[in-house]
């Protein structure tokens, strides 16, 4: 501590300003950074009265005119074994989406 004692007023505020910014740079920011502003993702529409069951949002994004490759990633984020994919599968065969490329052919 004897060395800290020892410098001017004028070098204590140089170190201090110094570590100050050594610590803004090194904590995490919470903001967006630049990865999070600049995503050509669409963010998916979320309705509260469905939750998180992927089929529900599924049967509501046909009824809503969600394009194919939504309605796939809702499929998708179930169970690959689970009961409901099959039906799932019919219905969207029924509305033309046979791939998630696909465009809906009953709009």
Not at 28 to 56: F, H, N
Request: one cysteine or more; charged letters at 20%; hydrophobic letters at 40%.
């Amino acid at each position: 501590m004897e060395w800290w004692r020892a410098r001017p007023l004028p070098h204590k505020i140089t170190i201090i300003a110094l570590a100050l910014i050594v610590v803004i740079l090194v904590l995490p920011s919470e903001g967006p950074t630049v990865a999070d502003t600049t995503s050509t993702t669409v963010p998916v529409k979320s309705t509260s009265t469905l939750g998180a069951d992927p089929a529900a949002r599924f049967y509501a994004g046909i009824d809503s005119g969600e394009p194919c490759s939504v309605l796939y990633e809702y499929r998708n984020a179930l169970d690959p074994k689970d009961s409901r994919i099959p039906q799932m599968n019919e219905a969207l065969r029924a509305i033309g989406c046979f791939t998630s490329s696909s465009e809906r052919t009953d709009q």
